[in-house]
Structure formats: C-alpha cells, structure tokens
C-alpha cells in the first residue's frame, strides 16, 4: 500500500479512491489506517452465492 501511494503521489495524483464489500472488517480497517474515510455506499452491489448482497463502502484518500 506504501508503494501504490507513493506511486499515485509520484504521478500528481491528488487522490485515491477504492471500493471495499462492507462485511471485509480487516480490509476496511486497513484502509482506514492508511487514512482513507469512508465517502460513500453502493447497495446491493456484490451477491454472493447463497443469494444474499453486500454493499461496496466507497473511500477516498487525500494526497
């Protein structure tokens, strides 16, 4: 994660965006200790194999 900031910084970048499934705690804690923040949600936006959805949590990152 380190490298893929440095490299987005590197190019200009002003931000960095990525979408997560809701019920992934590791991955969105991850994310928030590299200081991305929750901005928005998309519903239904994964199904899984039994039928049920999940919700992709959208975060951003400031440069």
Known sequence: MDALLTLAKNADYEQVELNVIEENAA???LYKAYGFTVTGR???AY???DGSYGDFLLMMRYL
Request: hydrophobic share 20%.
């Open 42 to 44: 998309l519903p239904h």
């Open 47 to 49: 199904k899984y194999p």
């Open 27 to 29: 991955g969105t804690a």
